[in-house]
């Protein structure tokens, strides 16, 4: 949550606040701020602009050092960039959210002892990869085998992998995903390369690029881009992403999931001579040409200006492509499964009196999301989080009381598809979007549940700002292509979606509007006579939709709600609810 760019621009709001507290013995002399240098000591060779456009910029005269006001904190206090944002950061006090995120465990690889060989320091020559810049990422060899040791920042390898002369490879099982090249990366540079191949990144280091490698090839939507969590926040400090990926479908694909994780605004594409950096070394591509590549690396558009060939393949979708029953996800309920979907880019407001069962609903909802792959974030401001997970708990596995085994295998399974926002009362929205459009992009998460609007600091009737609100998050659906549930409440006696509280506005702008229907009279008459004949087959109740903008119907299906399990199922007596998590007889033995 603290980019470079970000807290850079933060301390130039503060220039003179912070340029004195860095260098004490400075003094104010004009627009500028002076010193020696950045030790601190007595002169005027180091001059900082306190205002204007440059605010925050500063130059060493003497030694010809530059930067704005984060190089100055690691300069005067020998600090990495990394160690300055937190520093910085703290003490303008930007800090890290509500949000909580599961800790994977992982394999450490087995120790290598022994450095490079002869014969691997002669075969990485005929790559070009001279001795020097190869020592300073530390590779190994092991038997036949070229060692690359990933290290984090901190020094600590958490990953191997190997590479034999015929270009075999392998990789040291269970280890974290993550980048290669921290070792040998400038601790104070703000922008990096990111290359597919370990030999990549040290040819550009070689150029003078700070260069990092992806792993599996940067990989797509889905495990193989865990790397990008894992690294999320370190790559934080960069201001400048230049992304060098092969030109292949693979490669594209790759890019594009980096640039929409980590940012198009700071994120450029760079198209190499050859195929990539090391073949540029071995062609005998010159430090100046490589150089060019990047200065003419093209930077991402604003989504907002486009072509219509750019939507050409989403035109012909809708005339010979997937059907709409197949986009997105439904409602747990067993009707009309093809005609209600909530798609990428809509914003769903679920409506009902007061003990409806709008919360059970939605939760239920966000394991059919779930269970159809999609990562997930669960917002909830009237419970404590393990009270609302536990409902879920008890959803997922379709039963009272889950043994501690199965609940096991439920949390390894939630850890793998749901987030929780984790604060309980009145939020504020501004910081709930912030947090999640974090989450979209570090951890690619695409369906998000806010329960419930009443709860996200607004006045009953407070109508400007619950348009207001409405309207940021149909914006963040549609800018992140994620799907947004807000649980709302109806007015007492309301009947229709102009029943439920608050502006109309809330109704108008979103995409779907689902009404959630009780049948207390089937609830009073059953504890006068649980068999009650008149009653005994009536259903529980029922969910209306009374807005789908994507879709062309508007269906109404009505349900029973089985007590043991809260889960929303069909109306017919035979109806059974359904297990999203597996857990058989043969686990839980495995498991004891």
């Known amino acids: 949550m603290r980019r470079a760019g970000e807290i850079s621009e933060r301390l130039a709001s503060v220039a003179e606040q912070v340029a004195s507290m860095l260098l004490p013995r400075g003094k104010r002399s004009g627009q500028f701020w002076t010193a020696g240098d950045t030790g601190g000591g007595p002169g005027e060779s180091l001059k900082v602009y306190l205002s204007g456009p440059k605010a925050g910029r500063w130059t060493d005269y003497a030694t010809g050092q530059h930067g704005d006001l984060l190089d100055l904190w690691a300069e005067t206090r020998r600090q990495s960039i990394t160690e300055a944002m937190s520093d910085a950061g703290d003490w303008l006090g930007i800090r890290a959210g509500p949000f909580r995120h599961p800790a994977r465990s992982y394999s450490k690889p087995k120790p290598i002892s022994s450095g490079l060989s002869e014969a691997h320091v002669r075969l990485l020559e005929t790559r070009k990869l001279h001795r020097e810049t190869v020592d300073r990422f530390g590779l190994k060899s092991d038997g036949e085998w070229i ?8 020094g600590e390898v958490f990953a191997t992998k190997y590479r034999t002369t015929d270009k075999r490879m392998r990789s040291a099982a269970g280890c974290r995903p993550g980048l290669y090249g921290w070792q040998a990366l400038d601790p104070k540079a703000r922008s990096v390369a990111l290359v597919e191949g370990e030999l990549d990144a040290i040819a550009l280091t070689q150029y003078g690029m700070p260069s990092l490698s992806v792993p599996n090839g940067g990989g797509g939507q889905g495990k193989q881009s865990h790397w990008i969590e894992e690294e999320f926040d ?3 400090r960069f201001d400048v992403v230049y992304v060098v990926m092969d030109a292949d479908g693979p490669g594209q694909e790759a890019a594009a999931e980096i640039i929409d994780r980590l940012g198009p605004e700071r994120c450029r594409l760079v198209q190499l001579p050859f195929k990539d950096a090391n073949e540029c070394l071995i062609q005998g591509i010159g430090k100046e040409a490589l150089r060019q590549s990047f200065r003419d690396a093209r930077s991402i558009d604003p989504e907002e200006l486009r ?12 005339f010979h492509g997937k059907p709409d029953s197949q986009i997105g996800f439904t409602w747990p309920l067993p009707y009309a499964r093809e005609e209600l979907r909530f798609r990428p880019g809509e914003v769903v407001v679920v409506a009902g009196p007061n003990g409806s069962g709008k919360s059970q609903f939605c ?3 966000m394991l059919e999301a779930m269970d159809c792959g999609q990562r997930s974030c669960v917002a909830s401001m009237e419970f404590n989080p393990h ?11 379709a039963e009272r009381q889950p043994t501690r085994e199965y609940l096991q295998a439920i949390t390894r399974w939630m850890d793998e598809h749901l987030w929780v926002f984790d604060l309980v009362g009145t939020a504020k929205t501004d910081r709930m979007l912030e947090v999640f459009r974090y989450a979209r992009r570090k951890y ?9 609007l009443a709860k996200c600091g607004f006045a009953e009737d407070d109508y400007n700002s619950q348009k207001t609100f409405v309207d940021q998050l149909t914006d963040f659906a549609k800018e992140c292509d994620a799907t947004v549930f807000l649980v709302h409440h109806m007015r007492k006696g309301g009947q229709d979606k102009d029943g439920v509280k608050g502006t109309g506005a809330i ?22 006579n649980p068999q009650d004949p008149d009653w005994i087959d009536k259903p529980d109740g029922a969910v209306a939709c009374r807005k789908q903008r994507n879709g062309e119907a508007e269906p109404t299906a009505s349900f029973r709600f089985d007590v043991d399990t809260f889960q929303f199922i069909g109306k017919d007596q035979s109806a059974k609810p359904s297990r999203y998590v597996q857990w058989s007889a043969i686990e839980a033995r495995r498991a004891s």
Do not use: C
């Open 147 to 154: 060692a690359f040791e990933y290290l984090d920042p901190d």
């Open 234 to 236: 370190r790559l934080e």
């Open 307 to 318: 072509k219509p060939s750019e939507y050409h393949d989403l035109i012909v979708d809708q």
């Open 363 to 365: 939760g239920q909802t």
């Open 387 to 397: 009270r609302y997970l536990a409902r879920m708990y008890r959803q997922a596995a």
């Open 444 to 452: 690619g998460i695409r369906v998000f549940l806010i329960d419930n």
């Open 507 to 528: 109704t108008d702008m979103v995409d779907s509007v689902l009404l959630i229907w009780r049948n207390k009279d089937k609830e009073d008459a059953l504890k006068i």
